[in-house]
């Protein structure tokens, strides 16, 4: 069976200019997370869904990030525009449910310049 | 805010020996827990969950759970040099909750 599948795996963008990740989860699993992990730190959530519906987006700074999940599967999270500060590892990872285990994507690595 | 806190470590263990990684947790009424292995440049990886009170063996690892302390442990014996990552800890409330993860203690066994 295919794990959660992330792309692209490495970003480089200038700051200012717009950047999309997406995330295809492992098949059935309902909910799928967006975290962010900055170096020598854990996954920080930025976005949890529910099969289509966001359920826990308090810490995706709304101003420049946006995410969507159509159909409830694929997912994809965009920032629009990219700071330096921006630049960390974006982990997806989905789960059946809420409660049961998460498994991550290889992650992508956003370097804004 | 619902806090998961771990050592940063390093933790040094020397090939062969117990590998003794701690977790505590805030809330109280926290149902689900996880332990993930990162090595560096890599995603997470899930190597054992335990959903409560008591030990859950899983092969050279061994989760323990003690709601009323509010803390979850992993032990590993017989460390590997291949054992040599960051161990990051996970905890659910419910199931309308997001997994919050600790910032991972970095283990390293040396031959």
């Known amino acids: 069976e295919a794990g959660v599948v992330q792309s692209p795996r490495y970003k480089i963008i200038e700051k200012k200019q717009p950047v999309a990740f997406w995330c295809n989860p492992i098949?059935?699993?309902?909910?799928l997370y967006w975290y962010l992990q900055n170096l020598g730190q854990g996954p920080e959530l930025l976005i949890r869904?529910?099969?289509?519906?966001?359920?826990?987006d308090s810490q995706l700074p709304k101003d420049r990030f946006s995410a969507e999940r159509l159909k409830g599967v694929d997912s994809t999270l965009k920032i629009q525009p990219a700071e330096l500060g921006d630049s960390a590892v974006y982990l997806c990872?989905?789960?059946?449910?809420?409660?049961?285990?998460?498994?991550f994507g290889q992650g992508t690595r956003l370097t804004v310049v | 805010q619902k806090e998961v806190e771990q050592n940063s470590g390093p933790l040094s263990v020397p090939e062969g020996a117990i590998a003794s990684l701690n977790c505590t947790y805030s809330?109280?009424?926290?149902?689900?827990f996880f332990w993930y292995r990162q090595y560096s440049g890599k995603s997470p990886e899930l190597i054992m969950s335990?959903?409560?009170?008591g030990d859950k063996e899983d092969g050279r690892f061994t989760a323990q759970l003690n709601k009323a302390s509010q803390y979850v442990s992993l032990l590993i014996r017989d460390s590997q040099p291949s054992d040599s990552a960051t161990y990051l800890c996970?905890?659910?409330?419910?199931?309308?909750?997001?997994?919050?993860f600790g910032k991972g203690t970095r283990l390293s066994v040396i031959a």
């Open positions: 990872a989905s789960s059946e449910t809420g409660l049961t285990e998460a498994f």
């Open positions: 098949s059935g699993h309902n909910t």
């Open positions: 869904y529910e099969n289509e519906e966001a359920v826990d």
């Open positions: 809330d109280r009424g926290s149902q689900s």
């Open positions: 335990i959903y409560s009170n």
């Open positions: 996970a905890v659910n409330v419910a199931g309308n909750t997001p997994l919050v």
